[in-house]
């Protein structure tokens, strides 16, 4: 989910609106130039820091039964705890952005995730390290998420594309390079040495979020540094658009997201403990994950151009989920490392779909204006489908004792997500016509979001 979130700034109303319109349309020193770049690069390592974690859950999975005693669904809880609170604290910091911008967001966000792991490196049972991984680093990933992708927007206008793959792309990155690292670490300094270490390296997000200063524009001669934040004082902020969810594509689109993440992070939660359960050393194991990462890497950068082909991106997006269901029913069949990173590979390039053709089918339902309001609702829904996802596996775990049921479940969820999002699709296809598959413009809600703002000014 490293690419759902293109930052717009909110709308308001009034003559604030309009002034600072005027302002975002001149001409920034630092659009497309130089220091933009650097600005991508550093939104590179940020995904590439917070992905190496969150999405390495099934590593820190392992790790936790080293630790501790427990039942598979609490420590699987517990390691997919820090992705769900990544996806669902994201709306909050979203505010915070108005207010402070992205630089000191980012660092605090840093700071925070880097305690909770050094914090982790301490803890005595799994009810501690749940609110320090889970809950502590989670809220600190959560709070660096948004910023490191809106930051991008707004430097960017010519490449803009161009530089969300590259910034995204971390993500894939991060998912390949860290498993291996963490069996070395733990090879050698075992589990808190571990987290110690990681903890360390986690802080750099103070670093990525230092080079994240508000662009520079010109304005009438005089060079100004500019917060993208001046019209967000405005107490109207597009964000809380509770409207879109009377739209049925809308409503698809949400639970697809949670069907996906709630079947992905199954496998990516249990994957290396059932790959152990074959006989599959716990280092060969782990490399599995690095496989689904270097593969979302690459599916990313090809989605892109593969969704503009004739069919569409629905079908495509669709396509790609019913075969990942697949995939993992597959991956019960096969009992050895070679069988089982081809399918690690393929499940990493078709799950990959859902960062460039998400917002593509989004504005089939919505218009432009209302994605950054749809994009912040749907990290909620991803942040419950991967909170429910991996403890109910570890639950039939311990009552199965067979990892096959789970594997099962996660396909089959993977691909009712598929299918469901085929739904408005073929009701728009069909002619029939209605409003709840209709596009919803923001512009017929202006109206009503400027006599609230009148409302909340003389109340």
């Not at 925070?112 to 049972?125: D, P, R, W």
């Not at 050698?188 to 230092?210: D, E, P």
């Not at 969704?307 to 989920?321: E, H, L, Q, T």
Request: charged share 10%; hydrophobic share 45%.
């Amino acid at each position: 989910m490293a690419a759902l979130v293109s930052w717009k700034t909110p709308k308001c109303c009034g003559s604030i609106c309009k002034k600072n319109s005027t302002h975002s349309e001149q001409k920034g020193d630092d659009i497309d130039d130089v220091y933009a770049w650097i600005i991508a690069v550093a939104s590179f390592f940020g995904h590439l820091l917070i992905y190496g974690i969150i999405y390495c859950s099934g590593v820190f999975y392992e790790m936790f039964r080293e630790m501790f005693e427990g039942s598979s669904s609490m420590l699987s809880l517990i390691a997919i705890l820090s992705t769900a609170f990544t996806y669902g604290f994201s709306p909050i910091p979203g505010v915070l952005i108005n207010k402070y911008g992205q630089r000191i967001v980012t660092i605090t966000g840093g700071v925070v995730a880097g305690t909770g792991l050094l914090l982790s490196s301490y803890a005595t049972n799994v009810y501690y390290i749940a609110v320090t991984f889970g809950v502590i680093t989670g809220m600190g990933f959560g709070t660096c998420y948004l910023a490191i992708l809106s930051i991008v927007s707004l430097y960017f206008k010519k490449y803009r594309i161009v530089a969300f793959g590259l910034s995204t792309s971390g993500a894939g990155l991060g998912t390949f390079v860290y498993p291996p690292i963490i069996r070395f670490l733990v090879n050698i300094y075992g589990v808190r040495g571990t987290m110690l270490i990681i903890s360390g390296i986690t802080l750099n997000l103070c670093v990525c979020g230092s080079l994240m200063r508000a662009p520079r524009i010109t304005s009438q001669g005089s060079e100004l540094r500019t917060r993208p934040t001046q019209n967000k004082k405005s107490e109207c902020l597009s964000l809380w658009n509770l409207h879109i969810f009377k739209n049925v594509g809308f409503i698809t689109v949400c639970f697809n997201n949670l069907f996906a993440l709630f079947g992905l992070n199954i496998v990516l939660v249990h994957l290396t403990a059932y790959s152990v359960t074959i006989n599959i050393n716990k280092d060969m194991a782990a490399m599995l994950i690095s496989v689904f990462g270097i593969s979302l890497c690459i599916g990313q950068l090809s989605f892109g151009v593969i969704g503009k082909v004739r069919c569409g991106p629905v079908i495509i997006y669709s396509a790609s989920y019913i075969l990942s269901g697949l995939v993992v029913i597959l991956m019960t069949v096969v009992q050895d490392f070679i069988s089982l990173a081809i399918l690690s590979a393929a499940l990493g390039f078709l799950s990959a779909s859902i960062s460039p053709l998400l917002p593509e089918i989004i504005t089939l339902f919505l218009s432009v204006e209302l994605l950054p309001s749809a994009f912040g609702y749907l990290l909620v829904f991803e942040a419950v489908g991967s909170l429910l996802g991996p403890p109910t596996a570890g639950w039939l775990f311990d009552v199965l004792h067979r990892y096959r049921p789970c594997f099962y479940l996660a396909g089959a969820a993977l691909g009712l997500s598929g299918i469901i999002i085929l739904i408005p699709y073929f009701i728009r296809r069909s002619g029939v016509t209605s409003t709840d598959v209709e596009v919803i413009d923001a512009h017929e809600t202006d109206k009503k979001d400027e006599s609230l703002c009148l409302d909340n000014k003389y109340s």
